[in-house]
């Protein structure tokens, strides 16, 4: 049995954190350990009113890391963000998941996370590297030891038709993830620029698919360069055997699914 320690804010957690020790937020991952006997000795949570807050700042958005599905879903200045958060779990879950959790999020999990990296979020944490916003790739990259607690998610609003996500699963429509995509191709002149492509079950965590966005970097969104995109889906990607689908699958229908995205984007 774990110990909860309930505290004020959220750098107060960050401080009590330790070895033995996880911090309990919307607790949809962390619940199912703790029901097990598998969770650490003592829970950290806080009651911190400013994770829960949504502040949008021009043509961007702060997202606090305790925002649920729920609350996304209901805002209307994160409408761009409305069919990711539709599509992860059912209402229970969406009630409890948050923004931060997801981040976290083991595989096949993690579809929202997805999203924002394909949205290049920035994330500010409280803990050792509190006080400045590091670029979503790296917190990602580092998930496994992180430095400190997600405070918040900061989201620049894609201009329309730009941003698309897909989520391929075996039980329709919430089941878990076979793979999901994310891709954010904002145009100038009629050409993409500066394109962002993420996927999620597609390796241990959200990862980018760099192969996808030279395909797509200063290229029209036509038919051409849909099929380039799709034929290079998956290089430079090692996707995992799991109990949803084998490795050997998962890269057969990777650029299937990438096609029907990027044509759902506008693509001709």
């Known amino acids: 049995m774990s110990d909860v ?12 954190m330790g070895a033995d020790s996880a911090y309990l937020g919307g607790g949809t991952v962390l619940m199912r350990d703790v029901n097990a006997g598998t969770a650490p000795s003592r829970l950290v949570r806080t009651t911190d009113p400013a ?23 209901a805002h209307r200045d994160l409408d761009f963000l ?17 923004v931060g959790g997801n981040l976290f999020a083991p595989h096949p999990y993690g579809d929202f996370a997805v999203a924002l990296l394909a949205l290049g979020a920035q994330v500010t944490m409280a ?13 990602l990259r580092d998930r496994e030891r992180p430095s400190g607690l997600v405070a918040s998610v900061e989201v ?28 954010l191709a904002p145009q100038s002149g009629g050409r993409i620029q500066g394109a962002r492509v993420a996927w999620g079950a597609m390796a241990s965590g959200p990862v980018r698919g760099q ?5 797509l970097d ?3 969104l036509d038919s051409t360069t849909i099929e380039r995109a799709a034929q290079v889906a998956t290089d430079g990607l090692s996707p ?21 995205l990027l044509q759902s984007m506008g693509g001709r």
């Open 5 to 16: 320690q309930t505290v004020a804010t959220l750098a107060d957690a960050a401080r009590q």
């Open 82 to 98: 409305h069919p990711v958060a539709r599509l992860i779990g059912g209402p229970q879950v969406r009630n409890m998941g948050t």
């Open 127 to 139: 803990g050792a590297s509190s006080g400045s916003a590091r670029p979503i790739d790296d917190v």
């Open 156 to 183: 620049q609003r894609p201009s329309a038709g730009s941003f698309g996500f897909r989520k391929v699963s075996r039980v329709k429509p919430k089941g878990v993830s076979v793979m999901s995509i994310a891709v």
């Open 218 to 220: 200063g290229q029209s």
């Open 240 to 260: 995992p055997t799991d109990p949803l689908a084998t490795s050997w699958y998962r890269q057969e229908v990777a650029g299937v699914h990438l096609r029907r």
């Open 211 to 215: 192969a996808v966005e030279r395909a």
């Open 51 to 73: 994770l829960g807050e949504i502040r949008a700042l021009g043509d961007r958005v702060v997202i606090g890391a305790g925002v649920t599905m729920a609350q996304i879903l």
